[in-house]
């Protein structure tokens, strides 16, 4: 199986940028890709990119579209997502988590193994 370790988070001011981390190990290629979830207090699960092993395509959730990125570093079995311009609302801890269908599913449920995730702070 695929084991996962996020790190990158901390805290950030609004406006500021943060590049967080996947370090996969194990079955790493077993999986299609990685995707990137977020979860807030009080608040459910939600998608927020995912990336593919082979041939790099991406997804967003339109929260995020247009203000970070996700890549890959199949060399280093490495997913980062940059995070720019952030928001308090962007405040969650980060997970990230190994799928068959990285960028054709934004369900949790399609994503088989996960990080321990990593805390993102936004400050306003």
């Known amino acids: 199986q695929v084991q996962l370790v996020e790190s990158g988070g901390g805290l950030v001011q609004a406006g500021g940028s943060l590049r967080l981390s996947c370090a996969a190990s194990g079955r790493t290629f077993s999986s299609d890709g990685i995707g990137w979830f977020r979860q807030a207090p009080g608040k459910e699960r939600e998608f927020v990119a995912a990336i593919r092993w082979r041939g790099g395509s991406t997804v967003y959730a339109d929260s995020v579209k247009g203000r970070s990125t996700i890549s890959r570093d199949n060399a280093k079995n490495t997913v980062y997502l940059q995070m720019n311009s952030l928001k308090p609302e962007d405040t969650a801890v980060y997970y990230c988590?190994?799928?068959?269908?990285?960028?054709?599913?934004?369900?949790?449920?399609?994503?088989?193994?996960w990080g321990q995730g990593t805390q993102v702070t936004v400050s306003s």
């Open positions: 988590a190994a799928g068959l269908r990285a960028t054709t599913s934004r369900e949790p449920a399609d994503f088989g193994s």
